[in-house]
Structures are given as C-alpha cells and as structure tokens.
C-alpha cells in the first residue's frame, strides 16, 4: 500500500486566515480523498480529487472554503480559507487502495482556530 | 441521517478476553465493509474487510461477520492485547457500483485493561 506524508501535523491558527495542508504519496495514485473530523464526530468526506480534473466536492462543503489542488498523481492540497473557531477538526488526506478496495490515510493535521 | 453507526462509544475489555465492536448500516446497497485502528496523532490504519458476498472474514486474532439481513457486522479480537488500544471505525460504500466514498461510523474507543 502507498505512504502517504502529511504536513503540517497540527497547527494553531487565527480566525479569519488560512491554512494549507500537503499530502505527499509514495507511488502514483489516480483518486484522493480530503475527511474531516470533527470532536467525537465520524470522518467526513469533504471532496474526492482526482488528477486532471476539478475535485468534487460533497454536500455542505465548496470550493471557496476549501479550496484543493491536485497537480500531478502523488500530490494534493487542501486549503481551510478564512478560518473560524468550527474549522477546528482533524482533517485527514487519503489515497485509494486497489488492492484492499479502500483507503490509505496520512497520519492527518490537528487544526485548532483560536 | 447517520448511514453507518457505532452505538458504543467505548468498551473496556480485560487483556486475553475476546472484544467484540458492533455496527449498523442502514443503506442495503453498501456491499463492502472496512474495519479502521487509529491510535492518537495518527491516521487510521486498515485492519480487515469484508465483501456482502460472504458472511465471516478472518485474519490473525481478527475476524469481522456480517448479517446482510440484520445490516449488522461486528469486529472480533481475540484474544485482546493491550496494543489493541485504539478507537475502531467501521465503514461502508459500495464500490462495485462505482462510488469509492466510504461511510464511517462514530467509532469506538477500545481499551484493553493488562
């Protein structure tokens, strides 16, 4: 299965900024998918990205607040735009697994909006 | 409206004691299941599957069942070790027709007492 290294691992943030989260993979991987988690919530999906074309993203999250860039197949951004103190999640990158049909996740970013 | 649920929060089990982690879905389409470990500051790792074609899967000390007609499917540790401390996170999509958007659960935190 792919490594996947995500950086930064935590990061305590000011309303009203940003903060972009890099996912870089071992190996070429066509989809990768953005989760959140929220405190004692489930991992939610925010957007799928795959190389080439726009990411999709799913119901209650948009573009303008997460923006996600895909530039080629082991690498992806996720951008947490004009940040309030409901931003404060776990967010998780993962890559898809061909061979388990399911996910290889990075180790994620805390992120705390004071 | 949660597709895919942990109703138990945590469960304590004692060390050599076998563990048993319970979900629910709701959705009669899923037809892949995914058992997910996430100990702190990490992200979660795969653990074991399970296809809607079959009942039971095993690997090691782990063994997931499923009741297709119960949506129900459970995840057995035996015997538990205290290194199985982690929260477990079950999850469900249905690949075969396309989507690789995996559905978690809360969770549960599993601790095993030494």
């Known amino acids: 299965s792919a490594v996947i290294s995500q950086k930064p691992s935590r990061d305590i943030c000011q309303r009203g900024t940003s903060l972009t989260i890099q996912c870089q993979v071992d190996?070429?991987?066509?989809?990768m998918f953005w989760y959140r988690q929220q405190p004692g919530q489930s991992l939610t999906l925010i957007a799928t990205?795959?190389?080439?074309?726009?990411?999709?993203?799913e119901s209650g999250f948009v573009i303008d607040k997460f923006p996600i860039s895909r530039p080629n197949l082991t690498f992806s951004t996720l951008t947490v735009s004009n940040m309030s103190p409901e931003d404060s999640s776990i967010y998780l990158c993962?890559?898809?697994?061909?061979?388990?049909?399911?996910?290889?996740f990075g180790s994620g970013t805390r992120l705390t909006v004071v | 409206d949660q597709q895919v649920k942990q109703n138990s929060p945590s469960l304590s089990v004692q060390e050599g004691r076998i563990s048993i982690l319970n979900c629910d879905y709701t959705?009669?389409?899923?037809?892949?299941f995914l058992w997910y470990k996430k100990y702190p500051a990490e992200g979660p790792t795969f653990l074991i599957s399970?296809?809607?074609?079959?009942d039971k899967n095993e690997d090691g000390r782990f063994t997931v069942f499923l009741n297709k007609s119960a949506k129900h499917l459970s995840l057995h540790i035996v015997p538990s070790q205290p290194g199985d401390s982690a929260v477990y996170f079950c999850?469900?999509?249905?690949?075969?027709?396309?989507?690789?958007?995996?559905?978690f659960g809360t969770g549960t935190r599993l601790k095993v007492l030494a």
């Open positions: 993962s890559a898809w697994d061909r061979s388990r049909r399911g996910y290889t």
């Open positions: 959705n009669s389409m899923f037809d892949y």
């Open positions: 399970i296809s809607s074609i079959k």
């Open positions: 190996s070429q991987v066509t989809m």
């Open positions: 999850a469900a999509a249905s690949p075969t027709s396309g989507t690789y958007k995996y559905i």
């Open positions: 990205a795959n190389q080439g074309s726009e990411a999709t993203y």
